[in-house]
């Protein structure tokens, strides 16, 4: 791989550039993005230019930039995130039915807990996720479903990056975290109440991918009322449940590699589904379509 000057890779200076975007930075100008990857304006016009030809970035007319399309298009195609993030829906969206306040879905991404989805309604209590944003593994209720069961050295690594303070509720030492990992998986679920703002309470339970090891983490922020979390547990439990048998339908083995592909990223109806296995290439590339749909035409005559 090339490697700049400083002994960096190219291909890591561009990852800089797209990391400096955020949720509350999605347009940067050149000197913006320069400062925040900590490069010099030349180099990162340069970069800059390189990754707008290839579309992973874009150029507005008031010559700010925002992060391109094509990166959307290449993480549709992850099981990892936008795949689980579709097979999760439905039954996101059962448990914010009756719920009727936050209902979230994330994955484990560093040292931090990713949302790759979230269903709020308007008059919810505060929140402080957002789809697409991140928060310290130790301060959410999901993140601590996803320690709980993550390798030890990870633990060791959250504790020595520092564990940031949100409110006096949040969990300020390793005694103390290690003490609430350990409740986390003897109980099987995750509670936080005032972690990040004192008025929410987090709600969080692990979801099962299909070799048995901890996919996912499904929660619920509600109000901080001192109200048992037993109902949301239970309803989250019926949750995680059902998403994990669907993400073993999506990558059940007795499938070849073509259908195992689509299922695992793919929802949809059944007919549906078994149009996409039965053609032999993307059926979005050049002319497969059309002959494909020919093909079904010629059969009814």
């Known amino acids: 791989m090339a490697r700049g000057s400083a002994g960096e890779s190219v291909l890591h200076r561009h990852l800089r550039v797209l990391e400096t975007f955020d949720a509350w930075h999605p347009f940067l100008t050149l000197s913006e993005i320069a400062d925040g990857a900590g490069i010099p304006r030349s180099s990162a016009h340069r970069l800059i230019a390189e990754l707008e030809q290839e579309g992973l970035l874009e150029r507005l ?11 959307w298009e290449f993480a549709s195609r992850t ?12 039954w996101l969206g059962a448990v914010h039915e009756r719920v009727r306040q936050h209902t ?20 919810a209590v505060v929140n402080a996720t957002l789809i ?37 509720k949040t969990i300020r030492t390793a005694a103390e975290l290690r003490q609430r990992l350990r409740q986390v998986r003897s109980d ?7 972690f990040i703002h004192l008025e929410s309470r987090g709600v969080a339970v692990p979801v099962n991918g ?14 901080n009322d ?36 689509i299922r695992s990223v793919v929802s949809g109806s059944r007919r549906s589904l078994e149009y996409f296995e039965s053609l032999e290439t993307n059926p979005h590339d050049a002319g497969v379509l059309h002959d494909a749909l020919t093909e079904q035409a010629g059969g009814r005559r």
Do not use: C, K, N, W
Request: zero cysteines; aromatic letters at 4%; charged letters at 20%.
């Open 188 to 194: 099987g679920h995750a509670v936080a109440e005032g």
């Open 226 to 261: 001192g109200t048992s979390a037993h109902p949301y547990v239970e309803l989250l439990r019926r949750a995680a449940a059902g998403i994990s048998r669907d993400l073993a339908a999506a990558y059940r083995p007795d499938v070849d590699e073509r259908t195992h592909g």
């Open 210 to 223: 299909p070799g048995g090891t901890v996919y996912a983490a499904i929660g619920v922020v509600i109000p």
């Open 61 to 71: 007319p008031d010559r700010t930039y925002r992060l391109g399309v094509r990166l």
């Open 132 to 168: 697409g944003g991140r928060i310290p593994l130790h301060a959410s209720s999901s993140g601590l479903v996803l320690l709980a069961h993550a390798d030890a050295s990870l633990v060791a690594d959250v504790v020595s990056d520092g564990l940031r303070v949100y409110t006096e």
């Open 79 to 90: 099981p990892g995130a936008l795949g689980l993030r579709e097979i999760a829906r439905p």
């Open 104 to 123: 979230q879905l994330g994955v484990l991404s560093g040292r931090d807990v990713l949302f790759i989805d979230r269903m709020s309604t308007r008059d």
